[in-house]
């Protein structure tokens, strides 16, 4: 599309200065061919500026200091200046809207701004000001207005079909309201094994151009949905829909662009339909997980079969069993066998396969949170399944996620408590200037009651890698060697016959006597008290 010429002006008017900001920056005004010539704080600032500019469109709040937005247009009225206003307000108030429509304003848009509206109201304005005698951008604000038209057309916002008669017999659309079909192209994907469209900009004016004339003797209509997406839209032929997905991917063959994933919804009624054979396009795009070898979906694929797990029948119990054992060949045989259940019709809802999915991790994640839960989440996120496209990655991101997550729990926990000598003893076996750092972290600070995340930070490690690093340098958990260097604390301390064994306790860590009790006689194999009275 060619640089727009700047033909129009603008002035804008709030006396919130954020929202006089905001405003001002969420209108590409450049990109329109506008031109702001003032922003105004209040109202007598507002109707200078107008006086002084005579702008196209004035956007202007309706409640401002010392004269309102309605009174501004009231005057500017009355001096003969034909700017076309568009009012903002914080209240939803018929009255109000009323009031401003007899003072001529273009519109009423409610505060917070919806961006996309406001995007309307100008295209609109600009469009009207081009038919009377300022042509060289017409065409783009013609173009601007259709694009929202489809966009709430597939969005279930255009509710009356009188407004696509309107639509269709004003803009010369070549599409009828009619029986018709949606073609979704998702333009996210690398299929032609070069880079993907994340890694290079899409030239979608280009490619658009070359769909119409592709399908030039066709009923139908392509545009830009997002950054991601293509639509289309076609009037029942007799070309089958297959046979114009297959031409969708012609064109960017020979344009030597990665291939769309296509997705073909049902043919409904009329264009007020098309809601509904859009969303059914997006679901059978989806069903990729089944198939990466294909780039056309049709609605025939999405399943209808009732599903026969439900969230409740999860036993997740056995996994925990397997992660606590670091059993690795348990952990892949229940992921394979809840996949398998998973799989009760060959290609079940996408949605309900992640649904299962993230409910067995988040269980999972749930069950270890009360003592790691910050070590877990950065092993692996539930909210990371949705990134994979194919159902061999989900398969290999449960095993892989939960293996890691037993190597962490056994570098942490691990299954016994050694004594202290052999724990000081292996661990200065293998010392390196990691284990070295962690260790005087540890000596230094043991009484600071230190976490994982604590040591792991001194030497620039995540906690789960920290922890399984220390595990096979030393060979040793992680909790085990903290325990030993807070029960030698403790030792050194108590032979000290005043010291209170209470005071000693909470330094290290225990709120209780029973707990502290335990873990030193594990380590030392005597009470805390039997062992200072050695000492009185």
């Not at 304003?105 to 961006?115: D, E, G, I, R, S």
């Not at 059978?284 to 198939?291: E, G």
Request: net charge negative; glycine share 4%.
């Amino acid at each position: 599309m060619e640089q727009p010429i700047m033909q129009f002006s603008a002035v804008l008017a709030d006396d919130e200065i954020s929202i006089l900001k905001g405003l001002e920056d969420a209108v590409d005004w450049a990109a329109l061919g506008i031109k702001v010539v003032s922003l105004a704080r209040n109202g007598k600032e507002a109707l200078n500026a107008i006086i002084e500019h005579k702008p196209d469109v004035a956007i202007i709040d309706i409640k401002m200091p010392e004269i309102s937005g309605l009174e501004v247009i009231q005057r500017i009225r009355d001096s003969g200046i034909q700017t076309d206003f568009i009012i903002l307000s914080g209240y939803d108030d018929f009255s109000y809207a009323k009031e401003a429509i007899r003072y001529g304003a273009k519109a009423y848009l409610l505060k917070p701004l919806n961006n996309l509206e406001l995007y309307d109201e100008i295209y609109r304005i600009c469009l009207e000001r081009s038919r009377h005698g300022r042509r060289s951008n017409r065409s783009m604000y013609q173009e601007k207005l259709n694009l929202d038209f489809f966009n709430k057309l597939v969005d279930s916002k255009i509710l009356e079909p009188g407004i696509i008669r309107e639509t269709l017999k004003s803009t010369g659309i070549h599409l009828n309201d009619s029986a018709c079909y949606v073609c979704a192209l998702l333009c996210d994907q690398d299929g032609s094994g070069g880079q993907s469209l994340d890694e290079r900009e899409i030239p979608f004016e280009a490619v658009l151009e070359k769909l119409d004339k592709e399908f030039a003797q066709e009923k139908h209509i392509f545009w830009k949905y997002n950054e991601r997406q293509i639509i289309g839209i076609f009037n029942v032929s007799s070309m089958i829909p297959f046979r114009t997905a297959m031409r969708c991917l012609e064109v960017f063959r020979d344009a030597g662009l990665p291939l769309p994933l296509i997705g073909l919804g049902d043919t409904v009624s009329s264009l007020m339909e098309c809601s509904y054979s859009y969303n059914r396009a997006m679901t059978a795009i989806t069903y990729q997980l089944y198939d990466d070898s294909s780039r056309i979906f049709t609605y025939e694929a999405i399943c209808s079969t009732p599903p026969t797990m439900n969230l409740s029948d999860i036993d997740y119990l056995p996994l925990v069993q397997y992660i606590v054992k670091k059993d690795f060949e348990g952990i892949r045989t229940y992921c394979s066998e809840f996949i398998d259940k998973v799989l009760y019709v060959q290609m079940p809802p996408p949605n309900y396969v992640f649904s299962l999915c993230y409910t067995l991790f988040h269980r999972i994640e749930q069950e270890f949170s009360s003592f790691s839960h910050e070590e877990i989440t950065e092993i692996a996120r539930a909210q990371d399944l949705y990134q994979f496209k194919r159902l061999q990655q989900i398969r290999e991101w449960l095993v892989n996620s939960f293996c890691q997550l037993s190597e962490f729990i056994d570098a942490v926990y691990g299954y016994a408590t050694p004594k202290y000598a052999s724990a000081q003893k292996t661990a200065s076996e293998a010392e390196d200037d990691i284990i070295r750092t962690a260790k005087e972290f540890i000596h230094s600070n043991i009484t600071n009651h230190i976490k994982i995340e604590d040591i792991a930070r001194q030497v620039h490690l995540s906690p789960s890698y920290f922890a399984i690093y220390f595990k096979n340098k030393t060979n040793i958990n992680l909790r085990d060697y903290l325990l030993t260097e807070k029960m030698e604390y403790a030792r050194r301390a108590l032979m000290n016959p005043s010291t209170a064994i209470s005071d000693v306790a909470y330094a290290v860590g225990y709120g209780d006597y029973r707990s502290f009790s335990r873990a030193f006689k594990n380590v030392h194999g005597i009470t805390p008290s039997d062992f200072q009275a050695k000492y009185r």
